[in-house]
Every structure is written in structure tokens, then in C-alpha cells.
T-cell receptor, first 115, second 113 residues
Framework: EPEVTQTPSHQVTQMGQEVILRCVPISNHLYFYWYRQILGQKVEFLVSFYNNEISEKSEIFDDQFSVERPDGSNFTLKIRSTKLEDSAMYFC?????????????FGPGTRLTVT | AQSVTQLGSHVSVSEGALVLLRCNYSSSVPPYLFWYVQYPNQGLQLLLKYTSAATLVKGINGFEAEFKKSETSFHLTKPSAHMSDAAEYFCAVSAPGANNLFFGTGTRLTVIP
């Protein structure tokens, strides 16, 4: 069964450093998402991406964040200058069509620890 | 705006007992509602979804949920808990035509042998 994969599973970085989290969505899917979950808090929507551009973003997704689909398979989330409060689990998701009814397929997540 | 509230961050049940995980939603439009499960070191997996068809929705692994508009609830149930049901469960809501999911804080289910 096709699945969304994410690398690395755990990333430790120092405050102020740049990190890139990688995701490989399901191959025929068209819409891609990043969510994050700070420990003990809700899973929060960050950004959605379609046709090589951001289609929607939350207020969490500020200028420190960027997303890219550099090739036909990877979907990346970059944090330019990490802060302590960026420590969280980051989930990538993909979906074939944007209808609201369809299932979003989630990856296993990347745990980001900023020290 | 959409949001969900999950009552109880931890729920423990005995093996074979009824599982009831609570979710209440808030939505300005008729919602789509979802339950996801997360096993350790795995991604979020869809258990079931409500998209304005039947109010009683059956999902995988024997779970079901009932959409009750009058109570703004979408509680998840399973008649008989199994050890393999131990996981984190997330309720989520979205609006028709949108895909952005709004999640609850999750409920960790422990099954006691």
C-alpha cells in the first residue's frame, strides 16, 4: 500500500540554525500539507501546497518557514532560523483531490528538537 | 471557523470493555468529521469519517462514531477493546471544499489486560 514517508525521524538542531524536513508524498497525489504538534498540544495546520505554490497557510507559517517541491517526488519544509518554540513533531500529508471528503494520508512525522 | 474538543487526554479500559472516546466540534458550516489513530512511531491513520451521509459511521478495526448535530458531538466507540487498540486517537474537523484539518489534542487509550 502506498504511504507517505518522512526523513529524518528525529532532528536535533541548535537555535538559529536552518533545518529542512523532507517528505515523499504518495506519487499520484496533488495536494500536500504540513502540520505540526507541539508536545501535549493540538496538531496544527501549517501550510497546503498545490501546483507548485502555496494554496493556504496558517498564521504560524511566518517568514521563517518555506516549502518547496524541488523535484517530482520530494516535498520539503524549511525553517530558516529555528527557535526553541519550533520544537515539535512535524507531519506531512498528501491527498489526491481537494474535496474535503477524501482522506489525507499522513507520514510518521519528524520530531524536531531545538536546543 | 472549525474546532474540536476531545474530553479526556487519557482513557483506560479493560480488555473486552466498551471504548468511548469523546469529541465535540464547533463549526460555522456543516462539518466533515474524522477520527485518526496513531500507533507508536507511525503516522496518523484514518479510522472513519463523516461527510454528511449516514450519521452512524463505521470504520476500520470495529470502531464506529455517530454524528449528533443536536449535541455537536462525534464520539468514537468500540464495543469490545482489544490490546491492539492501545494508541493515540485524534478527532478532526474540516469544512466542505477545504482540506485543512483542525485537530483535537488527542486521547491516549490504554487497554488493561
Amino acid at each position: 500500500e502506498p504511504e507517505v514517508t518522512q526523513t529524518p525521524s528525529h532532528q536535533v538542531t541548535q537555535m538559529g540554525q536552518e533545518v529542512i524536513l523532507r517528505c515523499v508524498p504518495i506519487s499520484n497525489h496533488l495536494y500536500f500539507y504540513w502540520y505540526r504538534q507541539i508536545l501535549g498540544q493540538k496538531v496544527e495546520f501549517l501550510v497546503s501546497f498545490y501546483n507548485n505554490e502555496i494554496s493556504e497557510k496558517s498564521e504560524i507559517f511566518d517568514d521563517q518557514f518555506s516549502v518547496e517541491r524541488p523535484d517530482g517526488s520530494n516535498f520539503t519544509l524549511k525553517i530558516r532560523s529555528t527557535k526553541l518554540e519550533d520544537s515539535a513533531m512535524y507531519f506531512c500529508a498528501s491527498i489526491l483531490y481537494r474535496s474535503g471528503e477524501d482522506e489525507q494520508y499522513f507520514g510518521p512525522g519528524t520530531r524536531l528538537t531545538v536546543t | 471557523a472549525q474546532s474540536v474538543t476531545q474530553l479526556g487526554s487519557h482513557v483506560s479500559v479493560s480488555e473486552g470493555a466498551l471504548v468511548l472516546l469523546r469529541c465535540n466540534y464547533s463549526s460555522s458550516v456543516p462539518p466533515y468529521l474524522f477520527w485518526y489513530v496513531q500507533y507508536p512511531n507511525q503516522g496518523l491513520q484514518l479510522l472513519l469519517k463523516y461527510t454528511s451521509a449516514a450519521t452512524l459511521v463505521k470504520g476500520i478495526n470495529g470502531f464506529e462514531a455517530e454524528f449528533k448535530k443536536s449535541e455537536t458531538s462525534f464520539h468514537l466507540t468500540k464495543p469490545s477493546a482489544h490490546m491492539s487498540d492501545a494508541a493515540e486517537y485524534f478527532c478532526a474537523v474540516s469544512a466542505p471544499g477545504a482540506n485543512n484539518l483542525f485537530f483535537g489534542t488527542g486521547t491516549r487509550l490504554t487497554v488493561i489486560p
